[in-house]
């Protein structure tokens, strides 16, 4: 059973349910469950337990805790075409192990719908102010208090200047004027609407009132030829952002030393328009260089050719080609700990074409390649500068242990993250892995097999190893 639907209930049993629910932490509906659960055990009389309840109460309700322990998020969806973003948004926060209940705007459902947010959310979806399942025991109280956190994502400008000016004429800002937890909203309008005088004094009363922005970002507008700063933050930064707010950041374990990060792929050039490439997205790099940040580490992140945003507070050098990345890494050396998880291409041509090849009579023309320089063993086998911890990645197709222990061998690096590639996959561009990290111990290399993790998670396990080897190794 989704959810519960109660009508007709006398004060008596109204205030019985807020009662009990209120002592044990729990919503009026998730009560509700309970009690059905001890009735069908035998294990209740409710009958004599409400005779002896007055017949109100104004005892307050707490938030409901979650039966995992997990933080609970009340994502408010604004009306704009940034609420597509707010189901991945809600994906987003589950794979952080946050629970989300959603309210929609009027306007958020001319984008997205209440039944496509529930699915997402696993919860029921809350759109009106005066729906009678939900009113009968103050539902926007409950929205506004039964959560941890807050979100309003996109936060419109009608819907700030609502909250700026204290109005609350539906179920969302309802919410939000009854809302004692913090609030963390996430704009997302036109550059000329983000602009307006009215718009900026309603973002510093906001401001000044306690509330939390993230974003807006710069980019391209929904509206043709429209650019400037208005975007809504991406979901993975929103969710950061609720994640930081939610779980105060912790030790900083890698304070003072210093982390090189590569990351993504390198293109070869062949002519001015054709390159040598693979297919990574360099996430998982991106990942590491991010939780290594919140560690305290000085982050460089030497990057390949990529669709990602630079993380904040990361020192992030581009490059194209396997030559630039070594040049890029000798020169930020010396490091404390060095992490090469970009997937460098192993050959390139001989002589770049300096215009485009053309097909000719004779077919094909000739590719001569030669092997490009091997920047894990080459920084692995240096006499000076060599990073106390080396760690390379090996991303394979099969075979996937044997062939992570050869390289192993090959390399001469301290630490191997061995990953399977393969189509079947879906690790190259996607956004979980399952690694195992080869270790020497010894003479002997050990392998630690992590399960399918998100490659944030990835990031943060090898973090937090690395952080208790260079301790100890400190």
Known sequence: MASLTIRKLDDTLKAYLRLRSAKNGRSVEEEVRVILRELADGRAEPAE?????????????????????????????????????????????????????????????????PLAASALSHERVYTDLFDAESEFDAGHIRLARECDLIVVAPATADLMAKMA????????????????????????????????????????????????????????????GEAG???????????????????????????????????????????????????????????IAVAARAAGADVVLVSGPVELHDPAGISVMRVESARDMLHRVEAALPVDVAIFAAAVADWRVVSEGTQKLKKTSAGMPPLQLVENPDILATISKLKDKRPPLVIGFAAETEHLIDNAKAKFARKGCDWIVA????????????????????????????????PVMTKEEVAAALVSRIARTVGTAS
């Open 419 to 450: 990953n399977d590639v393969s189509p079947a996959s879906g690790v190259m561009g996607g956004d979980r892995n399952t690694v195992h990290l080869l270790a020497r111990e010894g003479k002997d290399v050990t392998v630690d097999s992590w």
């Open 229 to 287: 700063v208005g975007r809504m933050a991406e979901p993975t930064e929103i969710a950061a952002a609720a994640d930081h707010m939610l779980r105060p950041p912790q030790p900083r374990p890698l304070a003072g030393k210093r982390v090189l990060i590569t990351a993504g792929p390198t293109h070869e050039a062949i002519d001015p328009v054709r390159y040598i490439a693979n297919r990574s997205s360099g996430k998982q790099g991106f990942a």
């Open 165 to 224: 000016h204290g109005h609350a004429d539906d179920l969302a800002s309802a919410v939000l004027l009854a809302a004692n937890r913090p609030i963390l909203l996430a704009p997302a309008m036109n550059p000329l609407m983000w602009n307006n005088p009215a718009t900026r004094r309603n973002v510093l009363q906001l401001r000044r009132d306690g509330i939390h922005t993230v974003g807006p970002n710069a980019g391209e507008m929904a509206e043709a």
């Open 49 to 113: 337990a409400v005779a002896a309840v007055p017949a109100a109460s104004s005892a307050p309700v707490p938030r409901a805790a979650s039966a995992a322990g997990e933080p609970r998020i009340t994502l408010i969806i604004g009306g704009g075409i940034a609420a597509y973003k707010a189901l991945d948004l809600i994906r987003r926060l589950k794979e952080r192990h946050i629970q989300v209940r959603c309210v929609l705007t009027s306007a958020a459902r001319q984008f997205i719908t």
